[in-house]
């Protein structure tokens, strides 16, 4: 709506997305999902999905069925030709921003005060609190950060896959297998299974098509049955 209606610069747009879906999540987090932290992570899995189910009927109504149009900027357009490599600018665009993201949420959430913090409320938020730490400030912040990730990637992720009202709905399984496969609160653990997945995924459907995607779901079941915590999730105590 920002590029096609407002005629506002995608640089701005995405950030703009970005803040948007932060202040969602915010709302959400504050109004719902605050009384679920008790719950089991099954339980919280099952509302988001419940939620996603009504976002996809909101946007279905607004909307319509078609897909949403979406032009790139002309100086993403194109491709870079290099000895024994063609890329697309776009999606050298899309790595570069990948790789500052993941370090500086990685410093974020190792090297700083609010990282330390965070881990803590996790952790132990009863503890956290006895320490004078706002826990419930602390998520709040959290969760809109991770919406704001979330507005980002879906605007960054339209060009290459296309926005219409079904669109959460074709890739949370790529999400919650990227989840289970890194481990759960790891952002190198994710990182690297969304490489490994999306490399087997490629190869999968280049080599062998008739298997397409099931290849995904093979390494995803053979690496949780060596490591049913991830790869670099903890092992749960008994």
Do not use: C
């Amino acid at each position: 709506m920002l590029l096609s209606r407002a005629g506002i610069p995608f640089l701005l747009a995405a950030p703009i997305a970005a803040a948007t879906a932060a202040l969602a999540g915010v709302i959400l987090e504050r109004t719902l999902y605050r009384r679920l932290y008790a719950a089991s992570h099954l339980d919280q899995v099952l509302f988001s999905i419940g939620l996603n189910f009504m976002a996809v009927a909101t946007a279905h109504f607004l909307f319509g069925a078609q897909q949403q149009p979406f032009v790139l900027p002309d100086f993403l357009k194109g491709q870079i030709n290099l000895p024994g490599l063609d890329i697309g600018i776009y999606r050298l665009f899309l790595i570069v921003v990948g790789v500052i993201l993941t370090i500086a949420l990685q410093w974020l959430v190792g090297s700083t005060r609010f990282g330390a913090q965070l881990r803590a409320a996790v952790d132990n938020p009863r503890v956290a609190r006895g320490l004078g730490i706002n826990v419930d400030r602390v998520f709040t912040l959290t969760f809109a950060l991770g919406s704001a990730l979330a507005g980002l990637g879906g605007a960054l992720g339209v060009e290459m896959l296309g926005l219409d009202p079904g669109f959460p709905l074709k890739y949370i399984v790529y999400f919650l297998i990227v989840v289970a496969v890194g481990g759960t609160g790891n952002i190198k653990g994710s990182l690297l299974a969304a490489l490994m997945l999306g490399i087997f995924d490629v190869a999968g459907k280049y080599l062998v098509p008739q298997v397409g995607s099931f290849v995904i779901y093979a390494v995803m079941v053979v690496m949780l049955i060596f490591r049913p915590q991830g790869f670099f999730g903890r092992a749960t105590t008994r």
